[in-house]
């Protein structure tokens, strides 16, 4: 049986990361709690770049010059704040993120594009 191919794979930036922390005494801060707060506060900096435009006028965010820094910035601070967290925690990404998509596609079948509410 041949293996599945991994998804994701984010040890090359677990171990910057945990570098960039050790380099910095910042491991003493960097409990799951405080991970998950900051996490947060860089969805809601994301959040933020999209707060009062339009539906047509988010879809160009990533492609303006007024906008397409912050979101690359912001999209960078989430994804590194989430392998920071998710290494904290000893939570395998590649394996969490295949089991989600096997339960999504259980949970929401192919050719139904009716949104469910939870």
């Known amino acids: 049986m041949t293996p599945k191919p991994r998804l994701i794979d984010v040890s090359a ?24 707060m900051a996490l947060t506060g860089e969805v809601g900096e994301l959040v933020e770049v999209f707060q009062w435009l339009t539906e047509e006028q988010s879809k160009t965010v990533g492609s303006d010059p007024k906008t397409a820094q912050a979101v690359r910035e912001e999209l ?22 295949t089991a989600k998509l096997a339960l999504n596609a259980q949970k929401y079948p192919a050719g139904d594009s009716t949104p469910k509410r939870r």
């Open 13 to 36: 930036l677990e171990s910057a990361l945990q570098r960039f922390a050790d380099d910095r005494d910042w491991n003493q801060y960097h409990s799951p709690k405080n991970l998950a």
């Open 76 to 97: 960078a601070d989430v994804l590194l704040y989430l392998v920071r967290l998710s290494s904290v925690l000893g939570v395998d990404l590649n394996e969490a993120v």
